[in-house]
């Protein structure tokens, strides 16, 4: 693969039409592509003169099976609060338009674009990998999460299973794992996850972005309505499972029910609660001006003025400790209003305490006492 030019975000295209289910309008080029491309009116245009306008066309997701060489992600982001990530899919049929995973659709040739949310890979091989190095002497129990790229509990689990079958190797080896999720899926892996919250084994976060139906549909168009979220959280909570709530990311004059839904999650069990604000790095920073100016052209320029405000000038910045927070006024307002919501419902902000010292690995033989208790921050 080439090594990319200096990076350029292109420019977004107004007026495309949005694609029924799916976040993406287009398939925006990635950063090591040689040619480019742009859409262009050829003048045949739909059947609108006949009296009826033809629907857009649906995209079908593909899935490549492939087989990994490794299951452990070392993080080595200081401002990320987990040292250790599996993610069994690549791309995402979740399709949210401000997902900062999109980039890594590039190193695949993949467009981040509509590629990254139909044309999908299943590491079919995951668990049995996983279980592998887990075991291995030199492991040493610490904070997990599955996931971290990707939405474990994107549809295509369904199918698959992959998650399940991790969190199936993480119950027997009794190691702790934390998930952040939007989808419905999780609800059939409830059984496991209430029996790894009897040893502090599970930290479960619940993404609940708007409790706004449609701007749901539009922003997040495969993910699990906000109704079904809430009722997620409820049913987690009931069973004993650890629940947390996600009001990521905050996208100025877009998602603007911040307190209430923290207000309906602390109604529903949620016991945590963390934010982010948009972050739009590499390609990303096209597809979601793409989708901006197709669903909410009035308000483009003024969302994307306020993002600039949040990154020092600039459409994203990557420093560490800013990228999630932002800076400047705006971001200090952003954060009063959580930490104020918060106090006021009783939303614990820390990181929830999971248990390592039940581990059963060969490096709980080895060094037990390295095996502490994990703190998990999203």
Not at 14 to 43: F, M, N
Not at 169 to 184: C, R, W, Y
Not at 334 to 343: H, I, Y
Request: with cysteine; hydrophobic share 40%.
């Amino acid at each position: 693969m080439p090594r990319p030019a200096p990076f350029h975000a292109l420019p977004a295209q107004p007026g495309l039409p949005a694609l029924k289910g799916r976040g993406s309008v287009r398939i925006v080029p990635h950063r090591y592509e040689v040619w480019q491309r742009e859409t262009a009116d050829d003048g045949w245009g739909t059947h609108e003169d006949e009296g009826h306008k033809e629907d857009a066309p649906r995209i079908a997701t593909q899935v490549q099976e492939v087989l990994c060489k490794s299951a452990i992600n070392r993080n080595e982001s200081p401002d990320l609060g987990f040292m250790h990530s599996v993610n069994p899919y690549r791309g995402c049929e979740h399709g949210c338009s401000y997902c900062y995973a999109r980039p890594g659709h590039s190193y695949l040739n993949l467009s981040p674009g509509l590629d990254f949310e139909t044309r999908l890979i299943a590491k079919t091989n995951v668990a049995e990998v996983l279980r592998r190095e887990l075991l291995a002497p030199s492991y040493v129990p610490g904070k997990l999460v599955l996931g971290g790229v990707t939405d474990v509990y994107q549809p295509i689990d369904k199918h698959y299973g992959l998650t399940r079958q991790l969190l199936t190797v993480l119950h027997e080896l009794k190691h702790p794992v934390g998930l952040v999720t939007k989808g419905a899926l999780i609800e059939r892996d409830l059984d496991l996850l209430a029996q790894m919250s009897q040893w502090q084994g599970v930290a479960v976060y619940i993404t609940l972005t708007t409790l706004d139906a449609e701007l749901a549909r539009r922003l997040e168009p495969r993910a699990a309505s906000p109704a079904k979220r809430l009722s997620l959280m409820r049913r987690l909570s009931e069973a004993g499972v650890r629940v947390g709530v996600s009001v990521s990311p905050q996208i100025p004059f877009i998602n603007v029910d911040l307190e209430q839904c923290l207000a309906a999650a602390r109604e529903a069990g949620a016991r945590n609660a963390f934010y982010t604000v948009l972050r739009l790095p590499l390609e990303l920073e096209t597809v979601f001006q793409d989708w901006l100016l197709t669903h909410y052209p009035e308000r483009a320029e003024r969302v994307m003025n306020r993002v600039r405000d949040l990154h020092g000038g600039r459409n994203y910045r990557s420093e560490f400790g800013l990228r999630h927070t932002g800076q400047g006024v705006w971001a200090q307002l952003l954060a009063q209003r959580f930490a104020k919501a918060c106090a006021r419902l009783g939303l614990v902000r820390e990181s929830t305490p999971l248990n390592t010292d039940l581990f059963v690995g060969r490096a709980q033989a080895v060094a037990p006492a390295t095996a502490q208790q994990a703190h998990l921050d999203f």
